[in-house]
């Protein structure tokens, strides 16, 4: 029986690495998904009484805190366990460095002020305030659809690692920097 001739080098496994990639993967997955079900659920409904604006105001606020921030604090969490494995050679790429600028310009402020809109909506809706309940939820199906679009592009580096004209490093660069850790 012919045996497999490793005539490349690697050797089996990849440590850890497929064991917090996968996870990362499925966790993107769920928060992207809870996103574009709130995005749905937003511009889909068209509550016009009190009760219908509670339910969808409950609805999403389900959504938000059973799988959206659970979700975000494991793409978190994963996302620097991945880090922390090749810090180096992440932080030398242009793919990674335009992604972390893009997730810290664009995730924080929408954060703030969806959760402000949301909560201005819960109390509008407590003073029975119509109007400025539909005016809160607009403001707030806006942010939902701004953030779809951010994790849309965040997505699209992370899967594509375009070389934003950064030039790959030669098989001589690669051994001189391997020397000189080394």
């Given at each position: 029986?012919?045996?497999?001739?490793?005539?490349?080098?690697?050797?089996?496994?990849?440590?850890?690495?497929?064991?917090?990639?996968?996870?990362?993967?499925?966790?993107?997955?769920?928060?992207?998904?809870?996103?574009?079900?709130?995005?749905?659920?937003?511009?889909?409904?068209?509550?016009?009484?009190?009760?219908?604006?509670?339910?969808?105001?409950?609805?999403?606020?389900?959504?938000?805190?059973?799988?959206?921030?659970?979700?975000?604090?494991?793409?978190?969490?994963?996302?620097?366990?991945?880090?922390?494995?090749?810090?180096?050679?992440?932080?030398?790429m242009r793919w990674f460095q335009v992604k972390c600028v893009l997730l810290l310009i664009a995730l924080p402020p929408l954060h703030l002020s969806g959760r402000w809109l949301i909560g201005q909506a819960r109390l509008a809706l407590e003073a029975g305030d119509l109007t400025?309940?539909?005016?809160?939820?607009?403001?707030?199906?806006?942010?939902?659809?701004?953030?779809?679009?951010?994790?849309?592009?965040?997505?699209?580096?992370?899967?594509?690692?375009?070389?934003?004209?950064?030039?790959?490093?030669?098989?001589?660069?690669?051994?001189?920097?391997?020397?000189?850790?080394?």
């Amino acid at each position: 029986m012919p045996t497999h001739i490793n005539k490349h080098g690697r050797r089996p496994g990849r440590g850890l690495r497929p064991w917090v990639l996968i996870p990362k993967i499925l966790t993107v997955g769920a928060l992207f998904g809870g996103f574009l079900a709130a995005a749905v659920i937003l511009h889909s409904n068209n509550p016009q009484t009190l009760e219908q604006w509670r339910s969808q105001i409950q609805t999403i606020g389900f959504l938000f805190t059973r799988l959206i921030v659970p979700a975000v604090l494991l793409v978190i969490l994963f996302g620097i366990l991945l880090f922390l494995m090749h810090w180096r050679a992440f932080l030398s790429m242009r793919w990674f460095q335009v992604k972390c600028v893009l997730l810290l310009i664009a995730l924080p402020p929408l954060h703030l002020s969806g959760r402000w809109l949301i909560g201005q909506a819960r109390l509008a809706l407590e003073a029975g305030d119509l109007t400025r309940v539909a005016e809160l939820m607009a403001n707030f199906t806006l942010a939902v659809d701004l953030t779809v679009l951010v994790l849309i592009v965040v997505i699209a580096i992370g899967r594509h690692k375009p070389r934003l004209d950064q030039r790959p490093k030669t098989v001589a660069q690669q051994r001189a920097a391997s020397q000189s850790e080394g």
